[in-house]
């Protein structure tokens, strides 16, 4: 079926034909972050309970577990999409990503500080989808971005804390660009239907021999001596997520998780000046995140904030965020509000 401006394409999970407008500044349904995903490009908003550690601890409760506030607010603006072949069967979409995740101790009764934000964006991803609608396997796809940026920031009171506490380390510039490229299996392009998907992603430094973090002493960080990299210039997860068939109201059950293998970071936050460094060097370990939850489909609307999911999200490894991946054991477990 074709009409003016709108393709008829196969429905990922289902052997239905439904037709959406593809073209310039189109919404394609695939190729989007799942929802376990750590530093997704939608938005969420969660409340959690966190491992505390003196490092961010700005009121010194001295707590071991202790609650936060953090806001992700992603997007992946549209900017191509189409269908081809004799069935619409590929699809090919170009679109470009930015996020910047707050981490903030709102429950902190002085400053409510900001403990740290995270920074993305990239230039264009291309995102190829085959249909295949083959029992169990409904596509495929292959999502590659040439250039992404991460820079993250510690709160300044955090920051001021640090240096009038006499830490040896105040502040790690962490900073990198990397090259992001991810296969998918069964994309959910149909939000209604039962869909179990698959993805594997890799990132790869630009400059491998830069890392991904660096300590400058010129803008009075530190001394580059207590950090200690190592080379590993890549990052690599796994991720699966269900969706339950949609009822007659609106509402899926969903579930998402994510394996992730990354860096922990080579340095020691806890050090004060005139202490022996003996902390090691960088090592590899792996993450999980793991959201369940329900989600909300508005009806006759298929695009940007069409979908709303409330949940429970779980974290383990180490800390996501900024120039505290050097902390490891770091868990949480919170309520999860998100926009899609």
């Known amino acids: ?42 938005v969420r908003f969660e409340i959690v309970g966190n491992s505390n550690h003196p490092v961010y601890d700005f009121a010194a409760t001295g707590k071991s577990f202790r609650p936060s506030v953090q806001g992700c607010f992603g ?3 549209p900017i191509w999409d189409r269908n081809f072949g004799t069935e619409q069967e590929y699809g090919l979409c170009i679109s470009m990503t930015a996020s910047a995740c707050l981490w903030m101790d709102l429950f902190e009764s002085q400053t409510s500080p900001v403990i740290n934000t995270d920074y993305r964006i990239g230039t264009h991803t291309y995102t190829f989808i085959h249909r295949l609608n083959r029992k169990f396997v409904k596509n495929y796809s292959i999502a590659w971005c040439p250039f992404k940026h991460e820079s993250t920031h510690i709160g300044d009171e955090i920051q001021i804390q640090r240096v009038q506490a006499g830490y040896a380390i105040r502040r790690v510039n962490v900073s990198y660009n990397y090259t992001e490229l991810a296969v998918t299996l069964n994309e959910p392009e149909d939000r209604n239907v039962q869909c179990h998907t698959f993805r594997l992603g890799l990132m790869v430094l630009w400059s491998p021999n830069e ?68 902390h090691s060097a960088d090592y590899r370990r792996f993450t999980y995140s793991i959201f369940l939850g329900m989600r909300y489909n508005l009806p006759g609307y298929d695009g940007y904030f069409s979908r709303f999911a409330v949940g429970a999200r779980l974290y383990h490894g180490n800390c996501p965020f900024g120039h505290y991946r050097a902390i490891d054991n770091y868990s949480q477990v919170g309520l999860s509000l998100v926009f899609q």
Do not use: C
């Open 75 to 77: 997007f992946d603006l």
């Open 211 to 278: 890392g991904w973090y660096s300590i400058k002493e010129s803008a009075g960080d530190g001394k580059a001596s207590l950090a200690h990299p190592a080379m590993s210039p890549f990052e690599a997860y796994f991720q699966y997520q269900y969706q339950s068939p949609t009822s007659r109201h609106g509402f899926q059950g969903v579930a998402s998780a994510e394996v992730r293998n990354r860096v922990v970071y080579g340095y020691d936050l806890s050090l004060k000046e005139g202490q022996t460094d003996t």
């Open 1 to 42: 079926m074709i009409m003016a401006g709108v393709h008829g394409v196969w429905a990922s999970g289902s052997d239905s034909i439904y037709a959406r407008r593809t073209g310039w500044f189109a919404f394609a349904p695939y190729g989007k972050s799942l929802l376990s995903d750590v530093h997704p490009n939608f």
